[in-house]
């Protein structure tokens, strides 16, 4: 079965797509695949030049710049790596139900995005819809023992969240300016989510609980994740344990997060060049010379780059990046892990939602209804390495599901390893320990005179969601603006 052609999705089985279980139905969206060829537009108002703005990354920052500096007058097109647009979000189908690979849930606390959604007005749903939120159930794995709650049995674990995050009010009082409380930040930046968690005497019960949502939050095992990012992460939907599973796993699109892509395209009708990989972007001073892989020349007034902070070294700049850039992207940001979708026999947890947590050390960390079907069940599963567990393997996903809920039969099971795609090498960006001291001054900031960064991955507030991204492909249009008038 190693590299199985499977002609129904176009990929390698095992290749950087992981997954395809059966049934599963790549989807890119009729209005995107539209718009890849080139529209009409007014022509370039900068002199000499092809397009005033290319934008580099077709993901939410990408396309949102694209969208508004065109809405702003500009010529734009917009240039993707992938046959596809939405980066490290992805639309498909599996088991008759719509399911995301990458980035999946948005929220009203979460400005940007939510905002989008009113703009278009497109539909937001429960995951799982219809699940009566006081039916909930958790089941923790903790020294090898397994603990089943419910109602207010929750209630100490509850606690526990409190008494980890007892300091988030103080640190991000205001969790869109870091630099607010910077000294609180910089007197422990080195400070890892774990070595927080070791301060503590939690119960190991409520441990492994505080664990596992760090491991999901940060996507790696908790001693490699700054614990200002995980205390940023807190309070950015209020302080409260409740309001972030809502945030971060509750609401998403109906029509899949491709619909809101369409619907930005569609507004704005930029051109859209797909399969277009940027080898080299140069900047003239007066205009920017785009290359791709191919070996076209692209010249431009000015350049948006959208791109996930751990792809940049594969594009040559001149001048040549901040070297710190350059490091942090070698070095990498938090996010390995594994993100699996699992179909199980049966209605399982009747009209409530099953959550299944566990500490760093188990194959998946963090588990929970996503969708219900009379005759079966999906669920989402998050893990710290992909190396632990073959989500493609129904017979060890089906060994670690019943770790939680014993008896529970894997019907199906698929995944996406971001980190072997070339275009993200990675899934979404957390800091690492000392990142703030070391980084903080060189994320995010504009390369050259004519080049703009918009990248999801920095910036305040909430990056390293669709709602980042959004906000920062939109602040960067507004500078591109400023350049060019």
Not at 69 to 91: D, I, P, V, W
């Amino acid at each position: 079965m190693a590299d199985e052609k499977d002609d129904a999705k176009g990929v390698s089985r095992r290749g950087f797509l992981r997954g395809a279980g059966a049934g599963a139905v790549v989807v890119a969206g009729a209005g995107v695949m539209a718009n890849a060829m080139a529209t009409e537009q007014n022509g370039c108002k900068t002199a000499g030049c092809e397009y005033d703005v290319v934008v580099i990354g077709g993901g939410f920052a990408g396309v949102t710049a694209a969208r508004d500096c065109r809405k702003n007058g500009y010529k734009t097109l917009l240039l993707e790596a992938r046959n596809r647009l939405g980066g490290r979000t992805f639309s498909t189908e599996f088991a008759g139900h719509k399911v995301e690979l990458g980035g999946t849930w948005i929220h009203w606390t979460q400005p940007f995005v939510w905002a989008e959604t009113q703009r278009y007005g497109l539909n937001v749903i429960e995951s799982p819809e219809r699940a009566e939120s006081s039916l909930e159930t958790m089941v923790i794995l903790a020294d090898g023992k397994r603990t089943q709650m419910a109602g207010e049995e929750l209630l100490p674990v509850l606690q526990a969240f409190d008494t980890y995050f007892a300091d988030s009010r103080d640190i991000w009082e205001r969790p869109y300016e870091s630099r607010f409380r910077w000294n609180k930040l910089m007197a422990q930046d080195g400070l890892t989510a774990r070595d927080r968690l070791d301060q503590l005497k939690l119960k190991p019960v409520h441990r492994a609980a505080v664990d596992a949502y760090l491991v999901g939050m940060a996507h790696c095992p908790s001693d490699q994740v700054s614990y200002n990012e995980m205390a940023r992460w807190w309070a950015l939907p209020g302080w409260n344990l409740s309001v972030l599973n809502d945030a971060a796993i509750r609401y998403t699109f109906k029509d899949g997060t491709i619909s809101l892509i369409n619907a930005m395209i569609e507004d704005g009708k930029p051109d859209v060049r797909l399969s277009t990989p940027v080898k080299k972007v140069e900047d003239k001073g007066d205009h920017v010379v785009v290359t791709t892989l191919k070996g076209e020349r692209i010249v431009a007034g000015s350049v948006v780059l959208a791109l996930p902070m751990n792809v940049l070294p594969n594009i040559e700049f001149s001048p040549a990046l901040d070297p710190k850039l350059l490091e942090a992207a070698h070095e990498r940001h938090t996010g390995t892990g594994v993100k699996a979708v699992i179909k199980v026999k049966g209605k399982v947890g009747g009209e409530g939602k099953l959550y299944g947590l566990a500490d760093s050390d188990h194959p998946l960390n963090v588990v929970f209804t996503y969708a219900k079907a009379d005759d079966h069940t999906l669920f989402i599963g998050f893990g710290d390495d992909p190396a632990k567990l073959d989500v493609l393997d129904r017979d060890a996903v089906q060994q670690v599901m019943q770790s939680f809920f014993p008896g529970m039969e894997v019907e199906d099971c698929f995944g996406y390893d971001w980190n072997l795609d070339p275009y993200s090498k990675g899934t979404w960006a957390c800091y690492r320990p000392g990142w703030y001291g070391k980084y903080a001054d060189h994320f995010g900031k504009d390369h050259g005179r004519r080049m703009f960064f918009a990248q999801g991955d920095h910036g305040e507030g909430w990056r390293g969601f669709i709602d980042g991204a959004i906000g920062g492909g939109g602040k960067a249009a507004l500078r591109v603006k400023e350049l060019l008038g």
